[in-house]
């Protein structure tokens, strides 16, 4: 079966706002299709968002019964429970159930793991976009949103291999990217690099690679520039994405990296 030629696109194709044909290229053919993505003059970026959303929902309710499982374990009454009030041990008692809710279990992942897809793309094409015209590029913000979507793909790719993990051992990875390297409870900077590298993994290292593909495509702009804006944006976003993961990691709160893919 002849594959289609990204090289000749019909002027209907090329309006298109949903391009559904330019996922699986981004893979197995990632310099002709992200070519063609930076020669769209207008967005295109809705397509890979949508995949992303729609895995991040699944992943989110298809591993809501191993974090639940997971709660009810680390559920256990203090040493001083004994000598607690009947009003404090139903308080402690609601908590735990409460943490162990709808809310807690499905809302409130949902919602942050949504949020944290767009959030991402928002960030990511804001900073590359300041980033390139701080280089010298022309480009619109437009190109800058359409390359930062496509070049997320790979988080689709760790949302199957995470969820896949998670159902079959039947529990959540606690350490993601490398952030094993590093115990969250030190001190100083070392809980905020424990935060910044549970997002570094063979998926961020490939949407950088992503990035570096398509700013080379630019016209105009000096390659090694480009290159270097690029990876300006790449550790700005990562520090970005660590701070709220540090944040509540002080406040003991949250874990670093727990909340998925993409504030991721």
Same mark, same amino acid.
Do not use: C
């Given at each position: 079966?002849?594959?289609?030629?990204?090289?000749h696109?019909?002027? @209907?194709? !090329?309006?298109?706002?949903?391009?559904?044909?330019?996922?699986? %290229?981004v893979?197995?053919?990632?310099?002709?299709?992200?070519?063609?993505?930076?020669?769209q003059?207008?967005?295109?970026?809705?397509? %890979?968002? #949508?995949?992303?959303?729609?895995?991040?929902?699944?992943?989110?309710?298809?591993?809501?019964?191993?974090? $639940?499982?997971?709660?009810?374990?680390?559920?256990?009454?203090?040493?001083?429970?004994?000598?607690?009030?009947?009003? $404090?041990?139903?308080?402690?008692?609601?908590?735990?159930?409460?943490? $162990?809710?709808f809310?807690?279990?499905?809302?409130?992942?949902?919602?942050?793991?949504?949020?944290?897809v767009?959030? +991402?793309?928002?960030?990511? @094409?804001?900073? #590359?976009?300041?980033?390139?015209?701080?280089?010298? +590029?022309?480009?619109?913000?437009?190109?800058?949103?359409?390359?930062?979507?496509?070049?997320?793909? %790979?988080?689709?790719?760790?949302?199957?291999?995470?969820?896949?993990?998670?159902?079959?051992?039947?529990?959540?990875? !606690?350490?993601?990217?490398? +952030?094993?390297?590093?115990?969250?409870?030190?001190?100083?900077?070392?809980?905020?690099?424990?935060?910044? /590298?549970s997002?570094?993994?063979?998926?961020?290292?490939?949407?950088?690679?992503?990035?570096?593909?398509?700013?080379a &495509?630019?016209?105009? #702009?000096?390659?090694?520039?480009?290159?270097?804006?690029? /990876?300006?944006?790449?550790?700005?976003?990562?520090?970005?994405?660590?701070?709220?993961?540090?944040? @509540?990691? &002080?406040?003991? $709160?949250?874990?670093?990296?727990?909340?998925?893919?993409?504030?991721?």
């Amino acid at each position: 079966m002849k594959e289609p030629d990204l090289d000749h696109l019909e002027s @209907g194709q !090329q309006s298109r706002r949903l391009r559904w044909d330019w996922i699986l %290229p981004v893979f197995y053919r990632p310099r002709r299709t992200l070519e063609q993505i930076t020669l769209q003059e207008r967005p295109v970026w809705l397509a %890979p968002l #949508l995949l992303l959303t729609i895995l991040t929902i699944a992943h989110i309710l298809l591993t809501a019964p191993a974090r $639940q499982a997971e709660a009810q374990m680390s559920a256990a009454p203090p040493p001083v429970m004994d000598y607690y009030t009947p009003e $404090q041990r139903a308080q402690f008692e609601q908590g735990l159930a409460a943490g $162990q809710g709808f809310v807690f279990i499905y809302l409130f992942p949902l919602l942050g793991g949504i949020l944290g897809v767009w959030l +991402s793309w928002l960030l990511l @094409g804001s900073i #590359l976009h300041l980033a390139l015209t701080l280089s010298g +590029s022309r480009s619109t913000s437009a190109l800058a949103f359409n390359l930062s979507a496509f070049a997320f793909l %790979p988080a689709a790719l760790r949302l199957v291999v995470r969820t896949t993990y998670t159902l079959i051992s039947g529990r959540a990875i !606690q350490s993601p990217g490398l +952030s094993g390297f590093v115990a969250p409870e030190a001190d100083g900077v070392l809980p905020f690099l424990h935060s910044a /590298l549970s997002f570094v993994d063979l998926y961020f290292l490939w949407t950088v690679a992503l990035l570096l593909i398509g700013v080379a &495509k630019l016209p105009g #702009l000096n390659r090694n520039r480009a290159r270097v804006a690029t /990876l300006i944006t790449a550790v700005i976003l990562l520090a970005l994405m660590a701070l709220p993961g540090f944040l @509540g990691a &002080k406040l003991g $709160q949250l874990s670093a990296g727990s909340n998925g893919p993409i504030f991721f």
